[in-house]
């Protein structure tokens, strides 16, 4: 399979002290990989960083054979932050078709993707009165619009209710099944099991890289909450030993 991210040796620093530390790894086109870890360990910022909007204080990220950040990238990535990016004062419908123009994409194109993300008949709602997790949908709406060759979503599925985290992700593979790429964060551990491959940070550290049932197998444990719980036990040992 084809490399579509390649993150070598990468060290950032915010706010004066190192966040991620010397993280390599490598994400197959066609795949959905998820990134998981503690609350602070560095996820949010490991993904700024394949973005391109992340200062870098060593090491390098590669997006589809391109430095990150390179304008020729900005049609090719689409990037849903944890906090809304879209219009207030526009509807579902106006925000979609807004970034759609944006990509030099139909308005059709842009309503579908509406549809696509169960906000169909909020289309002509206002975000301004949407729900939060309408807001959030909204925003992943525009992320997809332009049909990026790679994804980057940052808790996707925060504040959706059950049959509707069960859609997304049935999107999500759908759409590396026709080709893109998909880095999803979560907090969630059984949508772990939902990823192609896993990649777990504690501290800005890389602790595992590997399939689910490789992970479980490592842990010696089925249950992903535990085999996680595990991994990063055995991690915060080692790290007082050394």
Request: hydrophobic share 45%.
């Amino acid at each position: 399979m084809n490399v579509a991210l390649e993150i070598d040796k990468l060290v950032v620093h915010r706010g004066g002290r190192p966040v991620l530390h010397g993280i390599s790894a490598t994400v197959q086109a066609g795949t959905v990989t998820g990134l998981l870890g503690p609350s602070g360990s560095g996820k949010t910022t490991l993904m700024r960083a394949v973005v391109g909007v992340q200062k870098v204080h060593s090491g390098t990220v590669t997006v589809a054979g391109r430095p990150a950040g390179s304008p020729v990238l900005r049609n090719e990535v689409g990037y849903l932050t944890q906090d809304v990016s879209v219009y207030d004062d526009l509807t579902v419908r106006e925000n979609a078709r807004y970034f759609a123009t944006l990509h030099g994409v139909p308005a059709a194109s842009a309503d579908q993707v509406v549809v696509d993300v169960g906000l169909g008949e909020a289309a002509g709602q206002l975000v301004s009165t949407l729900s939060g997790g309408q807001r959030s949908r909204a925003s992943l709406a525009c992320a997809l619009v332009g049909s990026p060759s790679i994804l980057v979503l940052d808790e996707p599925t925060v504040g959706q209710d059950p049959v509707l985290r069960e859609e997304l992700w049935q999107r999500f593979h759908e759409l590396a099944a026709a080709g893109a790429t998909l880095l999803v964060s979560s907090h969630v551990m059984d949508e772990a099991g939902r990823c192609d491959r896993l990649l777990l940070i504690r501290e800005g550290r890389l602790i595992a890289d590997d399939t689910p049932a490789a992970v479980r197998a490592a842990a010696g444990t089925d249950d992903l909450d535990q085999a996680f719980l595990r991994l990063i036990k055995a991690s915060a040992a080692g790290d007082r030993e050394a």
